[in-house]
């Protein structure tokens, strides 16, 4: 929570008529897009060069992330923590600072295992400020218009991939891998004044409710949701015990951990397969850069789409999207074969991580969601395997092929299993 100083001198109405809610969205739409574009889509412009003056196979290198990724989902625990404890604001203020540097000596590395340690605190750091921090203030400022607003922060996740990677190339084409770091890392770095000016915890502070409604004193705030399920749902207090005895909460998290070992292992590779293909270097990013752009495009979507039904059947629709879109990359040398899966699987693929939060506000309630988030955020665990998958089919058999396979019937498994949810009873009865 603010202080009580900071309640009566801080102004949240800047723009009269602009509900500051959106202000917030739009800085957790830029903590995604620097802390996902500097931890996992930027590493298809580093990828081969890095590759290339260091001597290290793709494999080394999907290690580190794999590492990186270990301790940015573990991270989740005490993030989740803190942020009800000290709020968002601070860990968005101090997250880019971390990251910023870590940045800067990650890709001056000559030593593998410095390598591994510098990225480790990569992902620390940018777990402080984007992922479940970023959605936690968000969630906090919305509830009726929760998809939206999820939607709008959380695409600069796919953003970042159509715009980042671009711009990291050509860095590095003119100055090379140090000078690309430095630049980037000052970039991360900016984004924690910004954060401490514009990010505040709760719209409650402020005499307002989630949405833009005006608290009325002695009245209950307006409900978002008219539905008594959703209405309880933002009352219900959730413990670790009533949790882990819920069987949403386990096929809830396993489908999004299934999902993401698609994701990661398909996107931080994308331009490298592409080249493989026989794409020219700018024609691969191109490549990439469209399905990333689709994607961002795909977040919006998906959340406008919860926000008026049904938050499960829509998960479980996009996660057989990817599927299918997935499975026109395996046609190889025929362009309308390339176009579907850059327009099926990059849409969808956007989806996965914009109805992530959206879906666990949903069914767990806005006051748990950073307690319930943080538990759920564990089964991402099961992505690291997707760096691996990827690493070990090209360097094994040339291709990418077999992997993309595997993330095919996996995404399809969790659109079952999603499906399958039903709203936690342990809510309804209590």
């Not at 009269?16 to 574009?37: E, Q, T």
């Not at 290290?56 to 989740?80: C, E, H, K, P």
């Not at 590395?109 to 959605?135: H, P, S, T």
């Not at 590095?172 to 970039?187: D, F, R, V, W």
């Amino acid at each position: 929570m603010i202080p009580e100083r900071d309640q009566k001198t801080l102004r949240v109405d800047p723009h009269p008529g602009i509900f500051y809610g959106w202000y917030i969205a739009f800085l957790a739409f830029l903590a995604n897009f620097m802390s996902v574009g500097t931890g996992f889509y930027i590493f298809n412009a580093f990828m081969e060069p890095l590759s290339t003056a260091r001597g290290w196979s793709r494999t080394d290198i999907n290690i580190a992330l794999v590492i990186g990724m270990f301790f940015g989902i573990f991270s989740q625990l005490i993030y989740g923590t803190l942020v009800m404890r000290v709020g968002p604001r601070i860990l968005m203020f101090l997250g880019p600072f971390i990251a910023g540097t870590a940045f800067i000596f990650l890709f001056r590395a000559e030593e593998l295992w410095v390598f591994y340690i510098w990225c480790a605190i990569l992902f620390l750091g940018n777990a402080a400020y984007g992922g479940i921090v970023a959605n936690t203030v968000v969630s906090n400022w919305f509830e009726e218009k929760r998809g939206r607003a999820l939607g709008l922060a959380t695409s600069g996740v796919s953003l970042s991939g159509a715009v980042l990677p671009f711009i990291a190339m050509m860095i590095i084409m003119k100055t090379g891998l140090s000078q690309a770091a430095i630049q980037i890392g000052l970039i991360i770095s900016l984004l924690g004044p910004a954060a401490w000016l514009v990010v505040r915890n709760w719209p409650e502070d402020y005499g307002l409710a989630p949405d833009g409604l005006r608290s009325l004193p002695g009245k209950d705030r307006p409900s978002a949701h008219p539905d008594d399920k959703n209405k309880e749902a933002d009352t219900f207090v959730w413990t670790l015990g009533k949790l882990v005895r819920t069987g949403t909460f386990w096929k809830l998290g396993v489908s999004y951990g299934l999902s993401m070992i698609g994701i990661v292992g398909v996107m931080t590779q994308l331009k490298p397969r592409f080249v493989d293909e026989g794409f020219g270097d700018m024609t691969g990013m191109a490549l990439m850069a469209a399905t990333a752009l689709v994607g961002a495009l795909g977040k919006f979507f998906w959340g406008v789409l919860c926000d008026r039904y049904e938050s499960r059947r829509i998960v479980s629709f996009l996660f057989a999207m990817n599927a299918v879109g997935l499975a026109f990359s395996l046609i190889h040398g025929q362009m309308i074969a390339l176009t579907l899966f850059i327009i099926l699987f990059g849409f969808a693929m956007g989806g996965v991580m914009s109805t992530y939060p959206i879906i666990i506000a949903d069914l767990f309630g806005r006051k748990s969601f950073p307690f319930v988030t943080k538990f759920v955020s564990l089964f991402f665990l099961l992505q690291l395997s997707g760096y691996v998958i990827s690493g070990q089919s090209f360097d094994n058999t040339g291709s990418y092929d077999m992997a993309y396979k595997i993330y095919t019937f996996l995404f399809l498994v969790s659109a079952l299993l999603v499906y399958s949810l039903k709203r936690p009873q342990s809510r309804l009865n209590s």
